[in-house]
């Protein structure tokens, strides 16, 4: 019977490790958005708890120790998953995003701005843009 248990236990504890693994995932790539952030750090949370509840259980048979070296991997493995958590959606892990949104797309719309300034000047000019002028354009252009 206790050898059944601690199968038991062993096999819940690879399959909540994966679920941490899957939910790390999942969170990489849909949890820019607050609410699915939340949704993914939650199942994170709830599979490390399973994981240190099934240690607790394992240790409670016939004081059974789980080697303090696997209870150490353990921790770093958590550690380094919310480590990732915490950096996955920053401006400073994503250098090309950030460039992106912070110095490149205001450079062009404020050229877009510059260029649309121009193109609207020079429309309410008169004489510089008539139905003429338009139409030999669309002949030799």
Same mark, same amino acid.
């Given at each position: 019977?206790?050898?059944?248990?601690?199968?038991?236990?062993?096999?819940?504890?690879?399959?909540?490790?994966?679920?941490?693994?899957?939910?790390?995932?999942?969170y990489l790539i849909?949890?820019?958005?607050?609410?699915?952030?939340?949704h993914f750090q939650?199942?994170?949370?709830?599979?490390?708890?399973?994981?240190?509840?099934?240690?607790?259980?394992?240790?409670? !048979?016939?004081?059974?120790?789980?080697?303090?070296?696997?209870?150490?991997? !353990?921790?770093?493995?958590?550690?380094?998953?919310?480590?990732?958590?915490?950096?996955?959606?920053?401006?400073?892990?994503?250098?090309?995003?950030?460039?992106?949104? !912070?110095?490149?797309?205001?450079?062009?719309?404020?050229?877009?701005?510059?260029?649309?300034?121009?193109?609207?000047?020079?429309?309410?000019?008169?004489?510089?843009?008539?139905?003429?002028?338009?139409? !030999?354009?669309?002949?030799?252009?």
């Open positions: 019977m206790k050898l059944a248990c601690l199968w038991w236990h062993k096999a819940k504890r690879l399959n909540v490790i994966q679920q941490s693994l899957s939910a790390l995932r999942a849909h949890g820019a958005t607050a609410q699915r952030a939340e939650a199942i994170f949370e709830q599979a490390w708890l399973n994981i240190e509840d099934s240690v607790a259980k394992i240790q409670s !048979f016939n004081q059974i120790q789980v080697p303090e070296s696997t209870l150490q991997a !353990f921790e770093q493995l958590k550690n380094l998953q919310q480590d990732i958590l915490e950096i996955s959606h920053t401006d400073n892990n994503l250098p090309a995003h950030a460039l992106l949104l !912070f110095d490149i797309a205001p450079l062009a719309e404020e050229a877009m701005n510059q260029v649309s300034s121009a193109v609207a000047e020079e429309v309410s000019l008169s004489g510089l843009y008539s139905p003429k002028k338009r139409a !030999f354009a669309g002949q030799h252009g």
